[in-house]
């Protein structure tokens, strides 16, 4: 009975010991997780980022090509935390560029944006759909699987401005030092969160610069002129009356006639110079929206059975409608003229024009297609519907 006893003893005593050596690997594991969950910032697709010009855009010397400097001006925060501080650089290019002229008043751009810069040094590329850090991008899945969404396609712009600018043909500056534009992130942008939150202790501790104006124009004072000069003339002579000599009786007055006055000159009158009206400056640049906001139509055909934000899709041809130019519209797809489904979606510029109408699905972990974009042949957008997707 003792050595049931005491074996007994020892197998419990075996057993606490392995449970005291496995809690602390099952703990550090859960606190491996944690760490890596939190070691990454996801900004997510469709993000704006107001951005100031640190260099203007000079109206004789723009075109496409030309470098495009800014820095941030409002901090961007993801579920409370500090995902891009302000004062924070950013670095684009202008991809084309229409210049003011009399009877249009405004310029507008297309710019995409090639990196960012943190105030500590931590760089970012913008080249395309995988803008990620090393550490982010071997995360990615190579290829669709079930239950994720599908990577973006390779002709999405990483981000994108596309200001439109109140500007006279006789500005010298399109857009200002200090003139703000938003940016656009069009895909998902993964940050580290270490580097992030050592960039943002030192943006705190930089105050915003003063933004001076570029322009060269100076307003031209009104000059008085000079009044006329006046030289008086020389007066005139009033003559003399002609003398009567009173004749005798039955003979006449004897007149003797007197001298004519003569005229005097008139005075001279020396133009003075007229003097020159005050002349102003154009007023400057103002960045606003676009007032003509364009509508558009397009058909596509899905030749599978989808699903929108789990409204069903039955294969056939549909028409989609939607206004302006994004970064987000209120979208209707339509069958026959028959309201289909009304969504919210993202439009999407292009690297480059599609060839052709193109669905793109992702496949659910039940194998069910939701629609995931739309290209459409011979435009250089994309409607983008985020359905769940990160």
Not at 17 to 24: E, N, Y
Not at 78 to 92: D, S
Not at 95 to 122: C, E, M, N, V
Not at 141 to 157: E, K, L, N, W, Y
Request: glycine fraction near 8%.
């Amino acid at each position: 009975m003792r050595r049931l006893t005491l074996a007994l003893l020892l197998s419990a005593l075996s057993a606490a010991s392995q449970t005291a050596f496995l809690l602390p690997d099952v703990q550090g594991q859960t606190q491996a997780r944690s760490i890596t969950s939190k070691s990454k910032i996801v900004i997510p697709a469709g993000t704006t980022v107001p951005l100031a010009l640190t260099e203007p855009i000079l109206a004789k010397s723009a075109k496409a090509g030309d470098s495009v400097y800014a820095e941030t001006a409002f901090p961007v925060a993801v579920n409370n935390q500090m995902a891009i501080p302000p004062g924070t650089f950013v670095q684009g290019q202008i991809d084309s560029l229409t210049r003011p002229g009399w009877l249009s008043p405004h310029a507008q751009f297309q710019i995409h944006f090639t990196k960012i810069i943190f105030a500590s040094g931590y760089t970012v590329e913008l080249v395309g759909p995988q803008n990620l850090d090393a550490g982010a991008k071997a995360a990615l899945p190579a290829s669709p699987a079930a239950g994720t969404p599908s990577p973006p396609a390779s002709d999405v712009i990483a981000a994108v401005a596309t200001p439109y600018v109140l500007v006279s043909s006789a500005n010298d500056v399109l857009l200002d030092n200090g003139a703000q534009i938003e940016m656009v992130l069009q895909v998902t942008l993964r940050l580290n969160a270490a580097k992030v939150a050592a960039a943002a202790r030192q943006s705190n501790s930089a105050p915003l610069p003063q933004f001076q104006s570029a322009t060269r124009c100076r307003p031209i004072p009104a000059t008085p002129g000079t009044p006329d000069t006046v030289i008086p003339g020389t007066p005139g002579t009033p003559g003399t009356p002609p003398t009567v000599i009173p004749g005798g009786p039955g003979m006449p007055d004897t007149v003797i006639p007197g001298t004519p006055g003569t005229p005097g000159t008139p005075p001279t009158v020396i133009s003075g110079s007229p003097g020159t009206p005050y002349v102003p400056c154009p007023a400057g640049a103002v960045v606003t929206s676009n007032p003509k906001v364009q509508n558009h139509s397009q058909s596509f055909q899905i030749t599978a059975p989808v699903q929108v934000f789990g409204k069903p899709l039955p294969v056939g041809s549909y028409q989609v409608t939607w206004k302006g130019s994004g970064p987000w519209a209120q979208v209707e797809i339509l069958q026959n003229g028959n309201l289909v489904l009304g969504v919210r979606a993202r439009v999407v510029l292009l690297s480059r024009i599609s060839p052709a109408d193109t669905p793109e699905t992702s496949t659910g972990s039940d194998g069910s297609l939701s629609l995931r974009s739309l290209r459409f042949a011979g435009q250089n957008l994309a409607l983008y519907f985020d359905q769940g997707a990160e």
